[in-house]
């Protein structure tokens, strides 16, 4: 069973950063397809990044393009997603996704959907605001 632990959402305000982390147990991040999704209160989720692990393609959503990066970290088999300039719309849940790799993960990973994949975590908050 795909369990993740995500972490490192606060209060920042207009400009600053914030680095997420999403711990996963009960599998290594090799051969997946993975993501993080954000949800704001009244708002659909919206997908923000999808990579592929086993080869590293990744994908950003046009509102967090330039500003948001994701990496890994293999030993410790956790995913980061760095985000720089946060705004207030950037307010939401957090969530980090994932799903074994294949043909149909990999399309939602295209079309950056990772809010569709299998698993999920429990979300961490994330609220910017002066």
């Known amino acids: 069973q795909l369990q993740f632990v995500e972490s490192g959402g606060g209060l920042v305000q207009p400009g600053g950063s914030l680095r997420l982390s999403c711990a996963a147990s009960g599998f290594t991040l090799d051969y997946y397809v993975m993501g993080w999704f954000r949800q704001a209160p009244g708002k659909e989720r919206e997908g923000v990044s999808c990579?592929?692990?086993?080869?590293?393609?990744?994908y950003y959503a046009d509102s967090v393009k330039g500003r948001f990066t994701v990496s890994r970290n293999n030993a410790q088999n956790t995913v980061y997603l760095q985000m720089n300039n946060l705004q207030p719309d950037d307010t939401a849940v957090y969530y980090c996704?994932?799903?074994?790799?294949?043909?149909?993960?990999?399309?939602?990973?295209?079309?950056?959907?990772?809010?569709?994949?299998?698993?999920w975590g429990q979300g961490t908050q994330v609220t910017v605001s002066s």
């Open positions: 996704a994932a799903e074994p790799d294949g043909a149909t993960a990999r399309a939602l990973c295209f079309m950056t959907r990772p809010q569709d994949l299998g698993s």
């Open positions: 990579f592929i692990t086993s080869d590293g393609t990744t």
